[in-house]
């Protein structure tokens, strides 16, 4: 599959602990670009203590790097996004646009602490909600009070929350328990974005070339299709 979209990708390089040089984030892109991916939402961190590079920084890298796209000719798009780590500040960092949404729509890419409960993490979904943003929750097959309890990503999701899952997980490199779920979510229709978390060029690539042929092979070209092109189409139009 050509045309795909990767959601979730720390591609900028010196914002986080993703691509560590502007050679880095290319060779990053043609692993991107070789794997079918033709639009990209860099979502650099942002969580309070670990990775707060100002916003004016994670601007200037992006230019940086589309600029040298332009001059390799690279053929793809590239937006800017986030994935927030939940805090109490979220809304306020978000309307001052000290951290960005996904592409400047309301779609916000969420992450947790690995074990939250599940009360806080539906409080801070609603919270974003509330507020008109559209959260994403970023590899939702990371989060122990999900795993568990099904019926509480189906509450989450019909409180209008997205769901995002990592590429790697589908292929079953978090582990077999990992997989199996992610194909659960598939099969409950629970899953709206696929992205690959991509890290580096060397280690935590950047891959969905392999996961996009395995969910068309197993979940069909319908499936495949929304959750590779339709789903992140509708996102970067602000749907
Ligand atoms: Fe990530």
């Not at 040089?21 to 650099?44: C, D, F, H, Q, W």
């Not at 793809?76 to 996004?81: D, I, T």
């Not at 199996?180 to 992205?195: E, H, S, T």
Request: with cysteine; aromatic share 8%.
């Amino acid at each position: 599959m050509t045309g795909l979209t990767d959601v979730h990708c720390h591609l900028l390089p010196h914002v986080d602990d993703g691509s560590k040089s502007l050679e880095e984030t290319m060779e990053m892109l043609k692993l991107e670009y070789e794997n079918g991916v033709r639009t990209i939402i860099a979502t650099p961190h942002y969580r309070r203590g670990m990775f707060e590079t100002p916003q004016e920084e994670i601007i200037r890298q992006f230019h940086r790097v589309k600029e040298c796209m332009h001059r390799q000719n690279l053929q793809m798009e590239l937006y800017l996004g986030c994935e927030l780590h939940i805090c109490t500040e979220m809304v306020s960092l978000l309307k001052e646009k000290k951290v960005s949404s996904m592409a400047d729509s309301r779609y916000v890419l969420t992450e947790f602490p690995y074990y939250i409960h599940q009360e806080s993490m539906q409080k801070s979904l609603y919270e974003l909600i509330r507020f008109g943003y559209a959260p994403i929750l970023a590899h939702v097959e990371r989060y122990e009070c999900v795993q568990k309890d099904l019926d509480f990503l189906e509450d989450l999701v019909s409180m209008g929350a997205r769901i995002q899952v990592n590429a790697g997980s589908i292929m079953g490199e978090s582990g077999r328990a990992a997989k199996r779920f992610c194909k659960k979510l598939m099969r409950a229709d629970l899953l709206d974005f696929i992205g690959t978390d991509g890290h580096g060029s060397k280690y935590r690539k950047p891959l969905m070339g392999a996961c996009a042929a395995y969910v068309e092979k197993k979940e069909g070209s319908a499936y495949a299709r929304r959750i590779f092109w339709e789903n992140p189409r509708k996102l970067l139009e602000n749907k």
